[in-house]
T-cell receptor, first 109, second 115 residues
Framework: GQNIDQPTEMTATEGAIVQINCTYQ??????LFWYQQHAGEAPTFLSY??LDGLEEKGRFSSFLSRSKGYSYLLLKELQMKDSASYLC??????????WGAGTKLIIKP | IAGITQAPTSQILAAGRRMTLRCTQD?????MYWYRQDLGLGLRLIHY???????GKGEVPDGYSVSRANTDDFPLTLASAVPSQTSVYFC??????????????FGPGTRLTVL
């Protein structure tokens, strides 16, 4: 079966750095997304990786290793507004999105 | 304002009743999707449509039906609601024709409670 694993919940301090990991086992791979979802709101796009390596976008970076079936989202200079769930999703061989259950990130002052 | 709208925002429904959740996008995206999101389970695909006039089944299609008569609208119908269909429903769309990756844009969601 297809599976995406993320930690259920993480806690970090305002101003710090946090890394949210995602491992996947899917039938094929055509890219990986990270989405942010604030409580009670819709998911919004953060990043897309299809090649190995690090993609940096402001305070957020996303890394992919296809050989290891592994990705992480790195959030720097954490702000209170970064408190949200972070969803990892993989495009499989049928070009369908397979979603992880999400990681709830709690930021403390 | 371009985007996706969903209606209603929330609904309480008696079991056995028929319900249609509406979804409209004005971005001229070719593909549209319906997901349900339950605590601890993440987003699960119910049905999708790659282009107007075609639909397909996702991971959890039982008890739901969709239609795609035109590009903009993608309604989801529960023929006879059951309590296990209590969830938050998200509609999404994407343009797979012009983008190198299939980023999905989500509507605000419909919170449905079936009693």
């Amino acid at each position: 079966g297809q599976n995406i694993d993320q930690p259920t919940e993480m806690t970090a301090t305002e101003g710090a750095i946090v890394q949210i990991n995602c491992t996947y086992q899917t039938s094929g791979f055509n890219g990986l997304f990270w989405y942010q979802q604030h409580a009670g709101e819709a998911p919004t796009f953060l990043s897309y990786n299809v090649l190995d390596g690090l993609e940096e976008k402001g305070r957020f970076s996303s890394f992919l290793s296809r050989s290891k079936g592994y990705s992480y989202l790195l959030l720097k200079e954490l702000q209170m507004k970064d408190s949200a769930s972070y969803l990892c999703a993989v495009i499989d061989s049928n070009y369908q999105l397979i979603w992880g259950a999400g990681t709830k990130l709690i930021i403390k002052p | 304002i371009a985007g996706i709208t969903q209606a209603p925002t929330s609904q309480i429904l008696a079991a056995g009743r028929r319900m249609t959740l509406r979804c409209t996008q004005d971005m001229r995206h070719n593909a549209m999707y319906w997901y349900r999101q339950d605590l601890g389970l993440g987003l699960r695909l119910i049905h999708y449509s790659n282009t107007a006039g075609t639909t397909g089944k996702g991971e959890v299609p039982d008890g739901y039906s969709v239609s795609r008569a035109n590009t903009d609208d993608f309604p989801l119908t529960l023929a006879s609601a059951v309590p296990s269909q209590t969830s938050v429903y998200f509609c999404a769309s994407s343009d797979s024709r012009t983008r190198s990756y299939n980023e999905q844009f989500f509507g605000p969601g419909t919170r449905l409670t079936v009693l």
